[in-house]
């Protein structure tokens, strides 16, 4: 798919891996939604990419809710025309508590943002672009954590909501099979950006900001050491849209134990208690 020209929304902007599809996508010609739930961040941000002359535009959104994400695509197609390209990529950690410590508000906040942002994503931006019958893809942002739970990380909520996004995005691309919209997950691996002190932009009608001081440190180290570079995750973005791949990794994999998953899964399916078919 060539991006050149064609219009883009990209979710969760304002920094991170967000920032990087973003410019990554401005930098291959593509006019581009800035949108994030920090008004500041993402205007700071377009402002700093128009300066290079690249054609962006930020929108504050919530993901959380959907008017927001109606509201967002409103300006886009305002704007710009006709949506070829939708980065679901806004998500918040969930890492360092045990499932049975974890309070009923913030599952609410990870599943209301890393899986109910991505599916009013899917409800209002495949509709416009198939609407305007023309080559156009759309990328959700799960994670390595979607394929696996490591023992020993009490990220069990996040992992959840990264399967979901997976099955969500499988299921996407056998609907979208006969059309012209293309499909990717995007599966990072660890990246050196702040998703670890996500609470602080809880919206007030999830409980609003939090600091997870304790849990939010030890995240933060391990980015910090061990990510890679945002900017490498939007130029991965941009091959995998160009390639039309469907599971793009990028960063550090934990292959062996994925690998292992499936060994398991695969074992268990040889029993007098399954038909196969």
């Avoid at 759309?138 to 909501?161: E, W």
């Avoid at 499909?183 to 009608?205: E, F, K």
Wanted: charged share 20%.
């Amino acid at each position: 798919m060539d991006i050149s020209g064609k219009n883009a929304i990209v979710t969760g902007a304002g920094s991170g891996i967000g920032l990087a599809i973003a410019t990554a996508l401005a930098e291959a010609g593509a006019n581009v939604v800035m949108a994030d739930i920090q008004k500041d961040a993402v205007e700071q941000a377009a402002h700093a990419l128009s300066g290079t002359n690249k054609r962006v535009m930020p929108v504050r959104v919530d993901v959380t809710q959907e008017q927001s994400v109606v509201d967002a695509l409103a300006q886009c197609e305002r704007n710009f025309g006709k949506l070829h390209i939708a980065c679901n990529n806004a998500g918040v950690p969930m890492h360092g508590t045990r499932m049975i410590d974890v309070p009923r508000d913030d599952w609410e906040f990870v599943i209301g943002v890393n899986i109910w942002g991505v599916i009013h994503g899917i409800r209002h931006f495949v509709p416009a672009m198939l609407r305007h019958d023309e080559e156009a893809h759309i990328v959700n942002t799960a994670s390595v954590a979607g394929f696996q739970n490591r023992r020993g990380t009490d990220q069990g909520p996040y992992s959840m909501t990264k399967y979901a996004v997976l099955s969500l995005s499988e299921a996407l691309e056998h609907e979208l099979q006969n059309t012209k919209v293309g499909v990717s997950v995007l599966c990072p691996g660890p990246i050196a950006t702040n998703i670890a002190r996500g609470a602080r932009n809880r919206p007030d009608h999830m409980g609003g900001p939090q600091i997870r001081a304790t849990d939010e440190a030890t995240l933060s180290e391990r980015l910090a050491t061990t990510g890679l570079d945002p900017k490498k995750v939007g130029e991965r973005v941009v091959d995998a849209i160009r390639t039309k791949t469907f599971y793009a990794f990028v960063s550090a994999v934990p292959a062996d134990v994925i690998k292992a998953r499936h060994r398991r899964i695969e074992e268990a399916l040889n029993t007098l208690w399954v038909t196969h078919y």
